[in-house]
């Protein structure tokens, strides 16, 4: 790519207010003459019809120089466009903003068990959390059909529950939504997007909370690896196997009348760690190539694999009798 958009900053203008103590006092006309006044209108140079000297010619011409000065500024200020009227910095939502005013494009990202994005029923889920459930906590867990995962994850998080990955025999996986939106009045399209900023650390969890079905999850649109960066972002096929570079034959086209662009990314991490990272996105408008680095709402993208070796291990399946139950994996041989 050819450089970073440049984004315009504003200058901000220091508000000031003066502050008049509850002492001070206000010269006006017509008040009474204090003694200190009386004593200084009888000394040298004062009085009626007192001359100015050169100290006083100095002064004189130094406040001058000083209003001059902070009367310029306040016009160009003014004429900057930073005056009361100024149109500056209209907020996302107004009109659309004109090229090279404020970010290309943002971003809106979704994981599962979201709002908008609630787990599919009977769709594979994973819950962790830093500390063991007690037992009234796995009581109430197993009142709750594991089929439904939405529902397991709103009993679960408000106990410190993370949605996380189970370690398949590929590595711990996770697909999310990725939504691009942009309020330029030209078009701006995206032709590539790598992950970069990649750091990966130990998990904290103890607990695992699972489900496992048969079924496969849905496919996502591109998928790639923490573990190998520097590969492209590939596309899928209908099984959900990646085939080729997806911005090699795809680019995204952002701007007026064009629909929002989403991708559904698979992200593979590494067993027993919780990776982040952010993504380098190039995209092009009328003036150029550039690349913009975007992550979740400021803050990185992130996935958790589950603890290799949990202290507690729930998970709901079928008993050997084809029979849906929570089983206690510490207990239960057929668990896991």
């Known amino acids: 790519m050819s450089g970073t958009e440049p984004s315009p900053r ?24 204090q003694a200190t006044e009386i004593n200084n209108y009888h000394g040298p140079n004062s009085g009626p019809r007192r001359a100015i000297g050169w100290k006083g010619l100095v002064l004189v011409f130094v406040g001058v120089f000083v209003v001059s000065t902070v009367s310029l500024q306040v016009v160009l200020w003014g004429s900057n466009g930073h005056g009361a009227g100024s149109s500056v910095g209209a907020g996302r939502g107004g009109t659309a903003s004109a090229d090279g005013a ?3 494009f943002a971003t809106q990202v979704s994981y599962p068990g979201d709002p908008v994005d609630p787990i599919p029923s009977y769709m594979n889920w994973a819950v962790v959390l830093d ?17 439904d995962g939405q529902a397991v994850w709103e009993y679960l998080r408000p106990l410190g529950g993370r949605f996380a990955s189970v370690n398949w025999q590929t590595g711990p996986r996770v697909t999310f939504r990725m939504v691009f939106l942009s309020d330029r009045s030209s078009p701006v399209s995206i032709q590539s997007m790598r992950p970069v900023q990649i750091g990966c650390h130990d998990t ?57 662009g989403a991708l559904d990314v698979k992200v593979t991490g590494e067993a027993g760690k919780v990776c982040a990272w952010r993504f380098a996105v190039g995209y092009a408008t009328a003036k150029g190539q550039y690349t913009e680095t975007i992550g979740d709402g400021g803050r990185p993208l992130t996935m958790e694999a589950a603890p290799l070796q949990p202290v507690q291990h729930i998970e709901y399946g079928l008993d050997p009798a084809g029979h849906p139950r929570w089983a206690d994996c510490a207990t239960d041989s057929n668990c896991g």
């Open 131 to 147: 500390r063991v459930l007690t037992p009234s906590e796995v009581a109430g867990l197993e009142r709750i059909n594991g089929g």
């Open 10 to 33: 504003r200058r901000e203008r220091p508000f000031q207010r003066a502050k008049v103590g509850p002492n001070a006092t206000n010269i006006m006309a017509g008040r009474d003459v």
């Open 102 to 104: 404020g970010p290309p």
């Open 204 to 260: 904290t969890a103890k607990t695992l909370i699972n489900f496992v079905n048969e079924g496969d999850d849905a496919v996502p649109t591109v998928a790639f690896s923490v573990l190998t960066p520097d590969d492209p972002v590939d596309a899928v096929d209908d099984q959900g196997n990646s085939t080729v570079p997806y911005f090699r034959d795809h680019q995204i086209d952002l701007g007026p009348g064009m629909t929002p």
